[in-house]
């Protein structure tokens, strides 16, 4: 006689719906799970990518006041009494708005107090560049947090990854800071019909999305799919490109990168947003003075130019690091 | 508990409110001799002179109630019940401090008492009382929580997010505007367009009351009301209590901006002559109030002696209590 293990029933939802379904999950899960945001309840989110919540889960989802210094106090406050709360900031280019709120009290607040404090805060904010919003409305802002300890920071890129991040950072006893692709929010993607706990996605734990021998390709969320498509691109001219998508930025997972390089000793790491100070500059920089001797050309960074995200469709389309730029940068790799 | 019985303070009390304001004016003192030596790092701001305003409101206050509180925080922590010796620690960085040494003068915190923090960041306290308030509203815990700050944070934007919040979700939230006349260096007049600090709690649809910031007994009385109508679910009140701060801004400041006189009006009504005169209203004897006072300074030496001979964190603790788990 065999055993049977029945797969679990999954369904199709895009990016935009399954946050709502990740926090409907955890609402349902713990009861110390609470939200507040601004029009997140009765109206369903800006992106609608909250619908519904109120309507099941009553005073746990609350609408705020545009207050988003209150909104991050609010949700640290609340943690140290023992809730669970999600934050929305409803573009992270608000998170200037609550910028001492993030860096100084959230951040903070378990150093300061001696390891008293436990903040299971986690923050949701739309990110990025590509939709036509402008510069106060389009910024990749998860660069911002890089240099400071004490938040952990993902960056899911796909249905399944936002669904399963979304699950661990609500989980996770330390602040984590959720960025959700704005220009993602359509893709469409499988999840479990019903909760599953075997779906969390581990936070600090990268992704090898596509594999190849020739060059290593890191990037993360909308810059994710565009390297898969000059993946493909390189794959018609015969060089076998390895993606990897990091996910999290803090931790980051270093070893699945350098597993990569063993392999093909090249590295294009390719960023939404300026140049200097980033994540992929900071990559670069862990790469080249700590495993130097696996590399056979520079490392290279694709980025996005040293401006404000514009509004046009020209010019944001020409911020926007593409698969052509992509691909021009692993043959210069190749060729070197 | 009715609220008339909750707010009468008993000879037993006011005696209990007079031991904490005396330990505290003697911790400050104490601090403010080691900065003079230099065995403090960075700056401290004292509080001497206002130790009405915590002891009253804390005293008010019950086990699960929490407080935060500003950078010249010693007092309301320490009133809250946070222990001399390790409080003098957190002071002197060491290894036993109450946050190991992390913290330092400005970030006084101590969980097991409510003390939810000291903020080095003028306002930024506000929200998390609101917080703790939500929390409290819905797990129904009946808990308070209360926020004391300057009148200088009055002029920052937290003030107004948090006191909206809390008012339009009818919070259990105490708002303690320590109003000592000075914001940093600036006299409020020079900062404020309407000195009035209490006026703005209607604003937030909120009562305000304005009382006697060095008469603890005042202080007591309307922080019991206000904590009876949080308790009640009736919401948030806005405290303004007037009074005055004995020394500068930090250490760096001599206060030379004050007018002649001004101090001198202000000691001659010390929360702790205050105090003493309703004791001896009450019956009390010189004697008992000497005892108090010597009770009091033995207690303060002790632990400040104690926190001295602790040792200091090692290089390596820095790296501790960034995360819970990485």
């Keep these: ?336 | 508990m009715t609220a008339v019985q909750n707010a009468i303070v008993t000879q037993d009390r006011l005696l209990d409110m007079q031991r904490r304001m005396h330990e505290i004016r003697l911790f400050e003192e104490t601090v403010m001799g080691w900065f003079s030596r230099a065995l403090v790092r960075g700056s401290t701001h004292l509080y001497q002179g206002q130790e009405a305003v915590a002891v009253g409101v804390t005293s008010a206050l019950r086990h699960g109630d929490t407080t935060t509180c500003t950078y010249r925080g010693h007092g309301t922590v320490l009133a809250q019940g946070a222990p001399l010796d390790r409080s003098f620690a957190e002071i002197l960085g060491k290894a036993n401090g109450l946050c190991g040494g992390k913290g330092g003068s400005m970030h006084l915190t101590d969980f097991s008492v409510g003390a939810l923090g000291s903020f080095a960041i003028v306002g930024a306290h506000l929200p998390i009382s609101v917080g703790a308030g939500w929390a409290a509203q819905l797990l129904g815990t009946g808990a308070v929580s209360a926020t004391f700050f300057g009148d200088g944070a009055a002029n920052i934007g937290t003030f107004h997010e948090a006191l909206n919040l809390a008012g339009v979700w009818k919070l259990p939230v105490l708002f303690v505007i320590e109003n000592n006349l000075y914001g940093e260096y600036s006299p409020i007049t020079a900062t404020t367009a309407n000195p009035n600090l209490v006026e703005r709690a209607a604003s937030y649809g909120m009562p305000g009351v304005r009382i006697d910031g060095n008469d603890v007994v005042a202080v007591f009385e309307a922080a019991a009301a206000a904590v009876d109508r949080a308790r009640a679910g009736d919401g948030p009140t806005l405290l303004e209590a007037m009074t005055y701060r004995h020394s500068g801004h930090s250490r760096s400041d001599p206060a030379k901006y004050r007018p002649a006189g001004e101090l001198e009006e202000w000691l001659a009504r010390d929360p702790l002559v205050v105090a003493e005169r309703r004791l001896r209203d009450m019956g009390v004897g010189q004697d008992e109030l000497d005892q108090l006072r010597a009770d009091a300074t033995a207690r303060v030496s002790d632990a400040a002696e104690r926190a001295m001979s602790w040792p200091d964190p090692k290089p390596e603790d820095r790296l501790d209590d960034v995360w819970v788990n990485r």
């Design chain 1, 1 to 336: 006689m065999t055993a049977t293990i029945s797969a679990p029933a999954m369904v199709e939802l895009n990016y935009r719906k399954v946050i709502a379904r990740a926090l409907a999950d955890e609402l349902a899960t713990d009861p110390m799970v609470v939200f507040l945001g601004e029009d997140v309840g009765a109206a369903g989110g800006a992106f609608k990518s909250t619908e519904g919540l109120k309507e099941r889960f009553g005073d746990r989802v609350r609408d705020t006041p545009i207050s988003e210094q209150a909104i991050v106090g609010t949700a640290v406050g609340a943690a140290l009494m023992g809730l669970r709360p999600v934050a929305e900031i409803m573009f992270a280019d608000f998170a200037g708005v609550c910028f001492d709120q993030l860096v100084n009290t959230l951040a903070k607040y378990r150093y300061t107090s001696g390891g008293q404090a436990r903040v299971p805060v986690t923050v949701r904010m739309a990110n990025g560049a590509g939709a036509g919003f402008g510069p106060q409305h389009s910024q990749p802002a998860e660069n911002w947090f890089l240099n400071i300890p004490g938040l952990k920071i993902v960056v899911p890129a796909t249905v399944a990854d936002m669904y399963g991040l979304l699950r661990s950072a609500i989980r996770d006893d330390d602040p984590v800071l959720v960025f959700e692709h704005k220009n993602l929010f359509a893709i469409k993607g499988r999840v479990p019909a019903e909760p599953d706990d075997a779906f969390l996605v581990p936070i600090g734990v990268a992704d090898v999305v596509r594999g190849g021998d020739d060059v290593t390709i890191v990037a993360t969320q909308q810059m994710r799919h565009r390297a898969l498509e000059a993946a493909d691109q390189l794959a018609s001219q015969g060089v076998t490109a390895e993606v990897i998508d990091p996910r999290t930025l803090v931790p980051f997972d270093l070893d699945t990168v350098v597993t990569s390089l063993r392999k093909t000793s090249r590295l294009v790491v390719v960023q939404e947003g300026p140049p200097d100070g980033g994540w992929g500059a900071t990559l670069i920089a862990s790469i080249s003075s700590r495993y130097f001797e696996l590399l056979d050309a520079p490392p290279t960074l694709v980025a996005s130019d040293p401006t404000p995200v514009p509004y046009a469709t020209p010019m944001e389309d020409a911020w926007l690091p593409d698969a052509a730029r992509i691909t021009a940068a692993v043959s210069q790799l190749i060729r070197y």
